[in-house]
């Protein structure tokens, strides 16, 4: 009943969804300390994601410091703004080994940690002596076995040694940060709750380890180092919204400075170099900055253009560098003045037009949609429609569940507009984006509640508007977008839903419990209301592979088999399932990806297939016959 895809399947050529993978992807911007020199990752422009640099006054082009055949992550500057602390994974198995990469060195990778670790590494700063690096993982220094969870290290470049200098009572993500004079180091824990997280802040040298915020049991607050190493910037979850303020090291002094329940706050940080706090707020999915002196409390919002602009950091005289993008406009690094008024005021530091035949023009731009969900709840999402008649419409649900789609540039999205569907993009109950209270409303039923009543509500009324059309509706996604796609083939009738194409999906939520990395159990046990030991009911109701004998419409099932977040095991026990009853699918796998399909090569592979596939399955064909 199974066809196997070879990934090396033979592709027809299609110019524009090469040159849409090959179209350079800025992410995770870091700016120098001495405020010269901004990083980050770049897609699209290698065989894999690779760091490149560039200097903050415009005056010439990017540097790549890296290429591989293997992603590659920034994680942070040295003291002296002349390094870079990265990590790289392999074949996309998440167990990351550190390097340095020095700018005037282009290209060269010093390892600091071994190859092919059995751990997972959280985190990585070097001290400003050079020698000590920090860091999370799961890692028992004195047998050198990976444990359940992730104490802070200091790990000793000249020696070797490995210090554990704390360690959580529970699994969890710790991410330890070190702050810019050496003395101490941020790390999170969440041992009393899975919902909660709380911050505390240890020595380098392992003494005073204390919480320094806990606003409840099962709330979340979140600390930054501001750049003079002794006062903490606190993000705070509350009742109804969230609180920012700050901490002093030296007297222990708690201070609010935002207290409003009509803001949402999805990130705050202060650039180095700067007095000035950019707190980074969403209003209905979309951004909204602002620069904050915490002295005084005079705010400032940035710019605002269509589309998004993150102000970064001060380069100048009333000149920041920050991240631009929208839906037609890569992500983007440039320099702009705070009194920028379109995008005309923007300069690019990449300098990606220069690397693409594509335009602006080139892509298709969202309707902001509204409906109602099965309680009358509203739910919003993006709507993306091609210039000539739909052949159906593919929803596009985004993983997390906490994060949101935003107006925001997806080549598989655009490429599959330009194939003739509509795309339907939902930010379902429990995205961020909208008010701590509607993040925070999948936890009501947890996974495989109404969250996906609210994407069958969006599919409902776009065929109630006469845009979608019965039978000709699929559905795809990532991670947990994936877990939806399952759902929705084994919950909905097949004029609501008759394709879908699952990548790296949870398919049996107690194997996926039982095989994720440890330290993402507890988000798991937060969204479920427990363990599968402490609710196995709910565990066993909203596993998608209990109901797979209901499955009437085609199946596509993508996988990346270095996956361990969503590890192939889910595949292997669904697939099971599948067989037993004798349920056709199709399955397309990656032996050299992990959660998610990155590598360009895999893309093309991938993005034509499904559009192939979703349109074999609106037309009523099967090229499996």
């Given at each position: 009943m199974e066809r196997q895809l070879a990934v090396d399947w033979v592709l027809k050529s299609d110019g524009y969804l090469d040159a849409l993978i090959d179209l350079p992807t800025a992410d995770r911007p870091r700016g120098s300390r001495d405020g010269r020199w901004v990083a980050w990752v770049w897609y699209g422009v290698g065989e894999a994601a690779d760091i490149y640099v560039a200097p903050t006054?415009?005056?010439?082009?990017?540097?790549?410091?890296?290429?591989?055949?293997?992603?590659?992550?920034?994680?942070?500057?040295?003291?002296?703004?002349?390094?870079?602390?990265?990590?790289?994974?392999?074949?996309g198995d998440e167990r990351v080994r550190l390097f340095r990469v020095d700018l005037d060195r282009p290209l060269t990778m010093v390892p600091l940690t071994e190859a092919d670790p059995a751990y997972y590494i959280q985190g990585g700063d070097l001290h400003p002596n050079?020698?000590?690096?920090?860091?999370?993982a799961n890692l028992d220094p004195d047998t050198g076995r990976e444990t359940e969870v992730t104490p802070v290290l200091r790990h000793d470049l000249v020696t070797g040694e490995r210090r554990?200098?704390?360690?959580?009572?529970?699994?969890?993500?710790?991410?330890?940060?070190?702050?810019?004079?050496?003395?101490?180091?941020?790390?999170?824990?969440?041992?009393?709750?899975?919902?909660?997280?709380?911050?505390?802040?240890?020595?380098?040298?392992?003494?005073?380890?204390?919480?320094?915020?806990?606003?409840?049991?099962?709330?979340?607050?979140?600390?930054?180092?501001?750049?003079?190493?002794?006062?903490?910037?606190?993000?705070?979850?509350?009742?109804?919204?969230?609180?920012?303020?700050?901490?002093?090291l030296e007297s222990g002094e708690l201070r609010w400075l935002i207290d409003d329940p009509q803001r949402y706050i999805e990130a705050a940080y202060v650039p180095d170099l700067s007095d000035q706090i950019v707190v980074i707020e969403s209003r209905e999915a979309r951004v909204r900055?602002?620069?904050?002196?915490?002295?005084?409390?005079?705010?400032?919002?940035?710019?605002?253009?269509?589309?998004?602009?993150?102000?970064?950091?001060?380069?100048?005289?009333?000149?920041?560098?920050?991240?631009y993008f929208s839906s037609s406009w890569p992500s983007d690094l440039v320099r702009f003045p705070l009194g920028a008024s379109s995008?005309?005021?923007?300069?690019?530091?990449?300098?990606?037009?220069?690397?693409?035949p594509l335009t602006p023009e080139d892509m298709v731009s969202p309707e902001d949609i509204r409906w109602r969900s099965v309680d009358g709840r509203e739910i919003q999402g993006w709507l993306y429609r091609p210039r000539g008649e739909a052949v159906g419409t593919i929803v596009m649900v985004h993983g997390g569940p906490t994060y949101h789609s935003m107006d925001m540039?997806?080549?598989?999205?655009?490429?599959?507009?330009?194939?003739?569907?509509?795309?339907?993009?939902?930010?379902?109950?429990?995205?961020?984006?909208?008010?701590?209270?509607?993040?925070?409303a999948i936890k009501e039923d947890g996974w495989g509640g109404r969250e996906q009543d609210?994407?069958?509500?969006?599919?409902?009324?776009?065929?109630?508007?006469?845009?979608?059309?019965?039978?000709?509706?699929?559905?795809?996604?990532?991670?947990?977008?994936?877990?939806?796609?399952?759902?929705?083939?084994?919950?909905?009738?097949?004029?609501?839903?008759?394709?879908?194409?699952?990548?790296?999906?949870?398919?049996?939520?107690?194997?996926d419990y039982e095989t994720t990395r440890p330290d993402l159990r507890p988000y798991s046990a937060e969204m479920m209301g427990g363990s599968p030991q402490e609710a196995p009911e709910r565990f066993y109701e909203r596993s998608p592979i209990r109901f797979v004998d209901r499955i009437r419409g085609r199946l596509l099932i993508v996988q990346g088999l270095r996956d361990p977040n969503v590890t192939p095991e889910n595949v292997r026990s669904v697939i099971a399932e599948l067989q037993r009853h004798g349920v056709a699918y199709d399955l397309l796998a990656f032996d050299d990806e992990g959660h998610g399909i990155t590598l360009p090569k895999n893309q093309r592979i991938l993005y034509r297939r499904m559009a192939e596939f979703f349109a074999e399955a609106f037309s009523g064909s099967d090229a499996r016959a």
């Amino acid at each position: 009943m199974e066809r196997q895809l070879a990934v090396d399947w033979v592709l027809k050529s299609d110019g524009y969804l090469d040159a849409l993978i090959d179209l350079p992807t800025a992410d995770r911007p870091r700016g120098s300390r001495d405020g010269r020199w901004v990083a980050w990752v770049w897609y699209g422009v290698g065989e894999a994601a690779d760091i490149y640099v560039a200097p903050t006054d415009g005056l010439a082009p990017p540097t790549r410091l890296t290429a591989s055949s293997d992603d590659t992550f920034l994680l942070s500057w040295t003291a002296d703004s002349r390094s870079l602390i990265v990590g790289q994974d392999h074949g996309g198995d998440e167990r990351v080994r550190l390097f340095r990469v020095d700018l005037d060195r282009p290209l060269t990778m010093v390892p600091l940690t071994e190859a092919d670790p059995a751990y997972y590494i959280q985190g990585g700063d070097l001290h400003p002596n050079g020698r000590w690096l920090v860091y999370g993982a799961n890692l028992d220094p004195d047998t050198g076995r990976e444990t359940e969870v992730t104490p802070v290290l200091r790990h000793d470049l000249v020696t070797g040694e490995r210090r554990v200098l704390a360690r959580p009572e529970k699994a969890g993500a710790t991410w330890p940060v070190l702050n810019p004079t050496g003395t101490h180091i941020l790390y999170s824990r969440n041992d009393r709750h899975p919902a909660g997280r709380q911050v505390w802040l240890v020595g380098i040298d392992g003494q005073g380890d204390r919480e320094i915020a806990n606003v409840g049991e099962d709330r979340k607050v979140f600390g930054f180092w501001f750049p003079d190493g002794q006062r903490v910037l606190l993000l705070a979850d509350g009742d109804s919204h969230r609180r920012l303020g700050m901490w002093d090291l030296e007297s222990g002094e708690l201070r609010w400075l935002i207290d409003d329940p009509q803001r949402y706050i999805e990130a705050a940080y202060v650039p180095d170099l700067s007095d000035q706090i950019v707190v980074i707020e969403s209003r209905e999915a979309r951004v909204r900055a602002s620069l904050l002196d915490w002295r005084t409390g005079i705010e400032v919002f940035a710019p605002q253009i269509p589309g998004n602009l993150i102000p970064l950091a001060p380069v100048g005289p009333d000149q920041w560098i920050g991240v631009y993008f929208s839906s037609s406009w890569p992500s983007d690094l440039v320099r702009f003045p705070l009194g920028a008024s379109s995008v005309e005021d923007l300069t690019s530091l990449t300098r990606v037009w220069e690397m693409t035949p594509l335009t602006p023009e080139d892509m298709v731009s969202p309707e902001d949609i509204r409906w109602r969900s099965v309680d009358g709840r509203e739910i919003q999402g993006w709507l993306y429609r091609p210039r000539g008649e739909a052949v159906g419409t593919i929803v596009m649900v985004h993983g997390g569940p906490t994060y949101h789609s935003m107006d925001m540039l997806d080549a598989q999205g655009q490429y599959f507009v330009r194939e003739g569907f509509n795309v339907l993009d939902p930010n379902y109950r429990g995205s961020t984006g909208f008010s701590l209270e509607f993040r925070e409303a999948i936890k009501e039923d947890g996974w495989g509640g109404r969250e996906q009543d609210d994407i069958r509500a969006g599919i409902e009324a776009l065929m109630a508007r006469g845009i979608a059309v019965p039978g000709k509706v699929g559905i795809t996604g990532v991670s947990y977008g994936g877990y939806s796609a399952w759902w929705a083939i084994t919950h909905l009738p097949v004029d609501l839903v008759a394709a879908t194409a699952p990548v790296c999906g949870m398919t049996d939520l107690v194997v996926d419990y039982e095989t994720t990395r440890p330290d993402l159990r507890p988000y798991s046990a937060e969204m479920m209301g427990g363990s599968p030991q402490e609710a196995p009911e709910r565990f066993y109701e909203r596993s998608p592979i209990r109901f797979v004998d209901r499955i009437r419409g085609r199946l596509l099932i993508v996988q990346g088999l270095r996956d361990p977040n969503v590890t192939p095991e889910n595949v292997r026990s669904v697939i099971a399932e599948l067989q037993r009853h004798g349920v056709a699918y199709d399955l397309l796998a990656f032996d050299d990806e992990g959660h998610g399909i990155t590598l360009p090569k895999n893309q093309r592979i991938l993005y034509r297939r499904m559009a192939e596939f979703f349109a074999e399955a609106f037309s009523g064909s099967d090229a499996r016959a």
